[in-house]
Structure formats: C-alpha cells, structure tokens
C-alpha cells in the first residue's frame, strides 16, 4: 500500500470519523490507525537487509507471524488478522473487493501508560519493576530454547556495523569522535573473543530463548499488570537471543531515562525466578549487552540525523549525544573491569 491509499481508506471506512479519537501513526516500516479502542497496523512494502516486507504475500506473512508471536505475552490485546479491499465502494478493513493489503487489528492501550512517558514523567515504581520482572521470568520460562550457541563472528559484526557512521558521528560530536569509536570497536572485539567461552556455555545451558527482541519501554504499557507488545517478527536472529541481552535493552532503556534506580528491583525480581547471573563473568555478558543496545540505539538515531529535516534535527542530534554518552560509559565500564 501507499501513503494515499492509507490516506484514503481512512477516509473511506470512517476510522476518524468524529468522537473516534483517530490518530496516525508511523515508523520506516509501517502504518498504525488509531482510532476508537481499536488499533490496526499495516506493514509498508519496504525492503532493507534485515526485513523484506516487498510483497503482499510477505507481508500478510509477516501479519500472521506478527499476531502468532505477540500472542504468546499479549493475550487479549493482538485480536486478528484482516484483509484490505477495494470495490466500488471504496477500501476497506475485512470488506468485500480485491485483497490490495493486510492489517494487524489489535486493541488501543492506553496511551499515557506507555512506559516510556511515565519514565518521563518519574512515575514507574519499584512495584512496577517487579511485576515486570515477574511476568518476563515467566515468558522466558515458557518460551522455546534455541538449542545453538551464539555466533561470536555475527556478534563481533553486528557490533563493528556502528563503524558504517563514524563519519556521521564525527559531525555531530567533534573531530575526536571517530577515532574514539573506532577505538572502542577494536576493544569491543577483544571482549566479545575473551567472553566467547562463557557465551557458548550460555547458550548450552539454554539461556538463549526465542525472545521479544526489541524490549524497550515503548514497547511495554504498564496497566493493572504490564502489557508486553510489538515484537520482532521479520528477523528469527533478532529476537532468538540470551536471557540477559533482553534484560540489558530493558535496563540500558532506564538508564536512558536517568532510572538507574529502576534496575535493581527488576534484576532482583527476576533473578529470583531464573538465576541467570551467577557470577562476575555473567555480569560482564549483561554491561556487554547494555553497551551493545546503546550502540544500536546510537546508529539509529545517527542514521535519522542524517535524513532528517533542520526542523527535527536538534531532538535528533540530542538523543545523538545522549546515547554516544551511554555508549561511552558502558565502554569505560568495560574498559575499566578489563584492567582490574
């Protein structure tokens, strides 16, 4: 589908019509319709390296998938899976027509619960954390265990991919930027190589599950218990990941949000359901983690800088330098435990 034809099946089925609190959003990949106390999301036909939405065969695919995994956390809140059609008439959601596309329809949360704005806001609670803990202990329990080891080579990669906007970095942050990252690359190397055993250990001990993958506060709404939603679909790599890289998204989240605080009663909590973290080795594999996700975090947004409008640019260069001084800490951090 286009941006004129979401345009116009808004139009078409009455989803803003008046009293129904509509709003659009959108990110690189898809569409989102707000409207009412229902939501539905619709998968751009885009094509990137990690995620090939190019047909409609893929992305009804990737629909159901969408639905079948976030069901294992989400009961009651991703609800169907429905055609989009056009006729005479117009288009529609579930009509009668030829099939031009697909739609997730999901219940509206709540959107001042969104974790992400509370921590904002300094509302998220130990009690919270907790909870979360818990119910995150259960799904990992439940889920599948990837029988593997990790790939030490795609990790090593994956992290050096940072390398790819050193240049763009470089602008942003001054002329020393560059060789910093290049710098902390070359170590991130060595750490990863010095963790290897213990990784591959990991994985034998079935720590590596098929996870969320993408385990950040706007992905969580915290209600009467926490609401777990959108995760990865289009990539099994990226969401079939040790215990600890989700827990160590979740917390590099906090300390984004200046939560530190937060950290302790979610690791207790969880800990206490699946001891995961059983020595200093352990916790090396969780700041590695963190400083990963960081780094992830920070390509983004420099990516976004890049593309970006002088209108959105300042919040984008923002988040740039923040995450740069996440990555930074992790990276001393690290650096530091190395050399005690």
């Not at 506060?217 to 890289?245: A, G, H, K, T, W």
């Not at 979740?250 to 605080?261: A, E, S, T």
Request: aromatic share 10%; with cysteine; hydrophobic share 40%.
């Amino acid at each position: 589908m286009t941006d004129t034809q979401i345009r116009q099946l808004i139009t078409d089925s009455g989803l803003d019509a008046e009293g129904r609190n509509f709003r659009l959003a959108e990110t690189h990949i898809s569409w989102v319709l707000l409207s009412g106390g229902d939501a539905y999301k619709v998968k751009k036909p885009v094509k990137f390296d990690f995620l090939d939405f190019s047909t409609l065969e893929k992305r009804h695919h990737f629909c159901q998938r969408e639905l079948e995994l976030n069901s294992r956390f989400s009961q009651g809140v991703y609800l169907e899976v429905l055609p989009i059609t056009r006729s005479v008439a117009g288009l529609a959601i579930g009509g009668e027509g030829e099939v031009i596309g697909h739609t997730l329809h999901m219940k509206r949360l709540e959107e001042g619960r969104q974790m992400n704005l509370l921590l904002e806001k300094g509302l998220v609670t130990n009690r919270h954390m907790q909870q979360l803990a818990e119910k995150l202990a259960v799904f990992h329990a439940y889920t599948d265990i990837i029988e593997r080891p990790p790939d030490i080579d795609a990790m090593q990669a994956d992290f050096a991919d940072i390398e790819s906007v050193a240049d763009g970095l470089e602008s942003l942050l001054g002329p020393s930027a560059k060789q910093r990252l290049l710098e902390s690359t070359a170590f991130a190397k060595g750490c990863v190589e010095g963790l290897s055993g213990r990784l591959k250990e990991r994985g034998l001990r079935g720590y590596i599950i098929d996870g969320h993958g993408d385990l950040h506060s706007r992905n969580i709404f915290l209600v009467n218990e926490p609401i777990l939603f959108d995760c990865i679909e289009f990539n099994d790599r990226f969401r079939q990941v040790d215990v600890l890289d989700e827990l160590a998204f979740l917390c590099m989240d906090l300390d984004y949000y200046g939560c530190r605080h937060l950290e302790a009663p979610l690791l207790n909590a969880y800990l206490k359901e699946n001891d995961c973290i059983t020595g200093d080795e352990d916790w090396a594999v969780f700041t590695y983690f963190k400083w990963y996700r960081a780094n992830v975090k920070l390509k983004v947004n420099a990516l976004r800088a890049r593309q970006s409008t002088s209108g959105t640019r300042p919040a984008i260069r923002n988040a740039v330098e923040e995450y740069w001084q996440l990555y930074q800490a992790y990276y001393h951090q690290l650096l530091h435990e190395e050399m005690g």
